[in-house]
């Protein structure tokens, strides 16, 4: 993760937000410099890091900073209190509310945007579609051969984000598990836990074994995007902002941000403003999907 | 015998020393009381793990700590099998870069090499871990014909590569310690300048050597980046010499991965703490067997030269 792009702009952040900062603070030294902390999720930090510069011109007088990690390190921190806002591509579990609670804090969800997994193959791999179950069995081990779904008599390489990633938990659940809460499948053993989407990324381009998932606003021109299906009687879908929003693509979440107890103030007003539509914009250059249509 | 020597000197030193020797006395016994307090750290975070995970669980063949599977042989299987496959890579190319530039490389050549390879040794891991990534694993999987390149093998050749500048640097300083009289009297007995090598120099040098090689598989098994982006962090069990071209989670890439994500004091935060305790003692052993070897070494060449 230490290689991770988003944090080469996150230092260029802080530093423009530094010399925003000094700069306003001289000018009106009565007026008092307003900090954010906002850390989570690695789906939504590219996301989070436009939002911030653009907050930058709107109200000069906060700071933000945002950091990635996981979703489950953006929670952990709020839980332990050194962020004022975590980012989370999942909804909080259960046991980290528990924690929450016990730690005498209170989270509160916001839904920020919508977010498409589209499941990512090399290029030269003749497989263009594939069924909710098929995948499921890919991923479970099931299916080991690209043969077993059309394609080439070649050995399956199944590509994964860490377990700290909310998106591999999303796909756990819905995807290998097809949303059934009593199913107990796991990823195959050999499934490759890879640490950031630039290594999914990096392994998809070179290697035609490979299948991977991310979100939809990190997969490029380089690879290969499958159109999945619900069941065998169902369309193959592929994912965009139209079939996330009309419900047909299967594969779609919510992304969150969480902030400790009901939120007021700048932070109240930061997160106003990422749900009207200027924000939202954002949203869908950066191949999200917008709450609001 | 001493009074003799300080005759007319005060024995008591005065207290402007006394001062100084607690200092340095402090500074020593610091180190050993840093890595007691440490290890009394990891102890205190991990042994919950013992209580809160069974026995069974902790010693099965699956990690996934998100569902409650805590086995953590495959994680100390990782390591293992990629820090032997580093050494067999290090040993002899460092151990004969080594030779070549005491031994048979002229004074300006090894003069310009010496440093290179010292630089060499100080580039970040994560930098290495990038091209590991981008360049050596896929070629690894065209080559060999391997589903995927990022594998044991390729975590192996890249710590190998880390650890050869570390066996480099200590093997030669060994084997320019030798005395000049032992390489004479071989050759003058009518030795090659191989047989010279081989059977006088390296045999005198060692325990400078082994050091080396113990202190080049320390550095591969607690190397964390470059392995984290290479070897694909699959927690497979490896059981025998085919694994090495299958991925491989280490322990070290488990912690630095899953560490920023638990909570304090969760089960699987106690379980990363016990890695951490299984990795300290990994590296004590490596230690207090290459210390434990130096030192039999030294008396017996002691009894040799007496």
Same mark, same amino acid.
């Given at each position: 993760?230490?290689?991770?792009r988003?944090?080469?702009?996150?230092?260029?952040?802080?530093?423009?937000a530094?010399?925003? %900062?000094?700069?306003?603070?001289s000018? @009106?030294?009565s007026?008092?410099?307003?900090?954010?902390e906002?850390?989570?999720?690695?789906?939504?930090? @590219?996301?989070?890091?436009?939002?911030?510069?653009?907050?930058q011109?709107?109200?000069?007088s906060?700071?933000?900073?945002?950091?990635?990690g996981?979703?489950?390190? %953006?929670?952990? *921190?709020?839980? @332990?209190?050194?962020?004022?806002?975590?980012n989370a591509?999942r909804?909080?579990k259960?046991e980290?509310?528990?924690?929450?609670?016990?730690?005498?804090?209170?989270?509160?969800?916001?839904?920020?945007?919508?977010?498409?997994?589209?499941?990512?193959?090399?290029?030269?791999?003749?497989?263009?579609?594939?069924?909710l179950?098929?995948?499921?069995?890919?991923?479970?081990?099931?299916?080991? @051969?690209?043969?077993?779904v059309?394609?080439?008599?070649?050995?399956?390489v199944?590509?994964?984000?860490?377990?700290?990633?909310?998106?591999?938990?999303?796909?756990?659940?819905?995807?290998?598990?097809? %949303?059934?809460s009593?199913?107990k499948?796991?990823?195959?053993?050999?499934?490759?836990?890879?640490?950031?989407?630039?290594?999914?990324g990096?392994?998809?381009?070179q290697?035609p074994? *490979?299948?991977?998932?991310?979100?939809?606003?990190?997969?490029?021109?380089?690879?290969?995007v499958?159109?999945?299906?619900?069941?065998?009687?169902?369309?193959?879908?592929?994912?965009?902002?139209?079939?996330?929003?009309?419900?047909r693509?299967?594969?779609?979440?919510?992304?969150?941000?969480?902030?400790? %107890?009901?939120?007021?103030?700048?932070?109240?007003?930061?997160?106003?403003?990422?749900?009207?539509?200027?924000?939202?914009?954002?949203?869908?250059?950066?191949?999200?999907?917008?709450?609001?249509? | 015998?001493?009074?003799?020597?300080?005759?007319?000197?005060?024995?008591k030193?005065?207290?402007?020393?006394f001062?100084?020797?607690a200092?340095?006395?402090?500074?020593?016994?610091?180190?050993i009381?840093f890595?007691?307090?440490?290890?009394?750290?990891?102890?205190?975070?991990s042994?919950?793990a013992l209580?809160?995970?069974?026995?069974?669980?902790?010693?099965?063949s699956?990690?996934?700590?998100?569902?409650?599977?805590?086995?953590?042989?495959?994680?100390?299987?990782?390591?293992?099998i990629i820090?032997?496959?580093?050494?067999?890579?290090?040993?002899?190319?460092?151990?004969?870069?080594?030779?070549?530039?005491?031994?048979?490389?002229?004074?300006?050549?090894?003069?310009?090499?010496?440093?290179? &390879?010292?630089?060499?040794?100080?580039?970040?891991? &994560?930098?290495?871990?990038?091209?590991?990534?981008? !360049?050596?694993?896929?070629?690894?999987?065209?080559? #060999?014909? #391997?589903?995927?390149?990022?594998?044991?093998?390729?975590?192996?050749?890249?710590l190998?590569?880390?650890?050869?500048p570390?066996?480099v640097?200590?093997?030669?300083?060994?084997?320019?310690?030798?005395?000049?009289?032992?390489?004479?009297?071989?050759?003058?007995?009518?030795?090659?300048?191989w047989?010279?090598?081989?059977?006088?120099?390296?045999?005198?040098?060692?325990?400078? !050597?082994l050091?080396?090689?113990?202190?080049?598989?320390?550095?591969?098994?607690g190397?964390?980046?470059?392995?984290?982006?290479?070897?694909?962090?699959?927690?497979?069990?490896?059981?025998?010499i085919?694994?090495l071209?299958?991925?491989?989670?280490?322990?070290?890439?488990?912690?630095?991965?899953?560490?920023?994500?638990?909570?304090?004091?969760?089960?699987?935060?106690?379980?990363?703490?016990?890695?951490?305790?299984?990795?300290?003692?990994i590296?004590?052993?490596?230690?207090?067997?290459?210390?434990? &070897?130096?030192f039999?070494?030294?008396k017996s060449?002691?009894?040799i030269?007496?």
């Amino acid at each position: 993760m230490k290689y991770d792009r988003p944090l080469l702009i996150l230092v260029f952040v802080f530093i423009l937000a530094g010399c925003t %900062g000094r700069g306003s603070s001289s000018e @009106n030294p009565s007026e008092q410099i307003k900090t954010i902390e906002n850390k989570g999720s690695d789906t939504i930090v @590219n996301l989070a890091l436009a939002w911030a510069e653009e907050y930058q011109v709107i109200d000069p007088s906060v700071r933000l900073s945002v950091t990635g990690g996981g979703s489950g390190t %953006g929670i952990a *921190a709020l839980i @332990n209190g050194t962020v004022d806002i975590a980012n989370a591509s999942r909804k909080m579990k259960e046991e980290e509310r528990q924690t929450a609670i016990e730690n005498g804090s209170d989270p509160v969800e916001f839904v920020i945007a919508r977010d498409a997994i589209a499941v990512i193959v090399n290029l030269e791999n003749p497989v263009d579609h594939l069924t909710l179950q098929q995948i499921s069995d890919i991923y479970s081990g099931a299916i080991d @051969n690209w043969q077993e779904v059309g394609g080439e008599d070649r050995p399956i390489v199944r590509l994964s984000r860490e377990t700290n990633s909310g998106t591999h938990v999303y796909f756990l659940e819905e995807v290998i598990r097809l %949303g059934d809460s009593d199913n107990k499948t796991l990823f195959s053993q050999n499934t490759l836990l890879l640490p950031s989407s630039e290594g999914i990324g990096a392994e998809i381009k070179q290697n035609p074994n *490979a299948i991977g998932y991310d979100g939809l606003g990190y997969v490029t021109d380089e690879m290969k995007v499958i159109g999945v299906a619900s069941s065998d009687e169902d369309l193959f879908i592929f994912p965009s902002a139209k079939t996330v929003n009309s419900g047909r693509y299967p594969i779609a979440r919510d992304l969150y941000m969480y902030t400790n %107890g009901e939120p007021d103030g700048f932070i109240k007003e930061y997160l106003d403003w990422i749900r009207s539509s200027d924000a939202q914009e954002i949203v869908t250059e950066l191949g999200f999907v917008p709450i609001i249509k | 015998m001493m009074s003799k020597y300080n005759a007319g000197i005060d024995p008591k030193p005065p207290k402007r020393e006394f001062l100084i020797t607690a200092l340095i006395k402090a500074a020593g016994y610091s180190a050993i009381i840093f890595v007691g307090m440490i290890f009394l750290f990891l102890v205190l975070e991990s042994l919950p793990a013992l209580r809160e995970v069974k026995l069974s669980n902790l010693l099965s063949s699956r990690w996934y700590p998100i569902e409650d599977y805590y086995g953590v042989l495959p994680l100390i299987g990782g390591s293992l099998i990629i820090t032997i496959g580093a050494t067999l890579i290090a040993l002899p190319f460092g151990v004969g870069t080594a030779i070549y530039l005491s031994e048979i490389a002229p004074r300006w050549l090894r003069e310009t090499l010496k440093p290179i &390879v010292e630089i060499l040794g100080g580039l970040p891991s &994560v930098v290495l871990g990038f091209l590991g990534m981008l !360049v050596l694993s896929p070629y690894l999987r065209i080559w #060999l014909d #391997l589903p995927t390149g990022l594998s044991a093998l390729a975590g192996a050749i890249l710590l190998g590569g880390i650890a050869i500048p570390t066996v480099v640097s200590i093997s030669e300083d060994a084997l320019d310690a030798v005395p000049k009289s032992y390489r004479d009297a071989s050759l003058a007995m009518g030795a090659t300048e191989w047989q010279t090598i081989w059977r006088v120099t390296l045999p005198a040098a060692r325990s400078g !050597v082994l050091t080396a090689a113990m202190l080049g598989i320390g550095r591969a098994i607690g190397e964390t980046m470059a392995v984290m982006m290479v070897t694909g962090n699959a927690p497979i069990l490896p059981t025998g010499i085919r694994d090495l071209f299958s991925p491989v989670r280490t322990m070290t890439a488990t912690i630095a991965a899953e560490m920023g994500e638990v909570a304090n004091n969760s089960t699987h935060y106690h379980v990363l703490f016990l890695i951490g305790i299984i990795l300290f003692l990994i590296s004590l052993v490596v230690n207090v067997t290459a210390s434990a &070897v130096v030192f039999r070494q030294k008396k017996s060449q002691e009894r040799i030269l007496s």
